[in-house]
C-alpha cells in the first residue's frame, strides 16, 4: 500500500505560481511511476502529468505544456508539480497518483487514469481572474 498526501494548494491571482507537493509513505516511490491529475466541479477527472520512476522523463498535458514543470525526489518520497502562469480555467482539485512500473520498463510514462493504482485525497487550486 502506498498512502498520498498532496499539499500546497491555495488560491492565487491569474499569472501567478504554486507549487504542490505529494508525500508517499508505505512504500518507495522509486516503483512506481508517478502522475497529476484534477477535476474541476462538474468534469472528468483530467491528466496533467506525469514522471518516470527515475524522473529522467516527463509528458504533459497540452494545456499545461510549457507551464507546468513535474518533478520528484525519491530519496525524500515526494512528487511535485511546480505551476506557473496560472490560469482561471487551471482551477480545480488535483491529485498524484501512483502507477506500478512492473513489468513496464523505465520509460513508462502512464497518462490514463485506470493505470493508478494508489491516488491521494487532492489539494484544492482556485485561480482567479
Known amino acids: 500500500q502506498v498512502q498520498l498526501v498532496e499539499s500546497g494548494g491555495g488560491l492565487v491571482q491569474a499569472g501567478g505560481s504554486l507549487r504542490l507537493s505529494c508525500a508517499a509513505s508505505?512504500?518507495?516511490?522509486?516503483?512506481?511511476?508517478m502522475g497529476w491529475f484534477r477535476q474541476a466541479p462538474g468534469k472528468e477527472r483530467e491528466f496533467v502529468a506525469t514522471?518516470?520512476?527515475?524522473?529522467?522523463?516527463?509528458n504533459y498535458a497540452d494545456s499545461v505544456k510549457g507551464r507546468f514543470i513535474i518533478s520528484r525526489d525519491n530519496a525524500e518520497n515526494t512528487v511535485y508539480l511546480q505551476m506557473n502562469n496560472l490560469k482561471p480555467e487551471d482551477t480545480a482539485v488535483y491529485y498524484c497518483?501512483?502507477?506500478?512500473?512492473?513489468?513496464?520498463?523505465?520509460?513508462?510514462?502512464?497518462?490514463?487514469?485506470?493505470?493508478?493504482?494508489?491516488w491521494g485525497q487532492g489539494t484544492q487550486v482556485t485561480v482567479s481572474s
Open positions: 514522471i518516470t520512476w527515475s524522473g529522467g522523463l516527463t
Open positions: 497518483a501512483a502507477a506500478p512500473r512492473y513489468y513496464k520498463g523505465s520509460y513508462y510514462l502512464p497518462a490514463e487514469k485506470d493505470e493508478y493504482d494508489y
Open positions: 508505505g512504500r518507495t516511490l522509486s516503483n512506481y511511476a
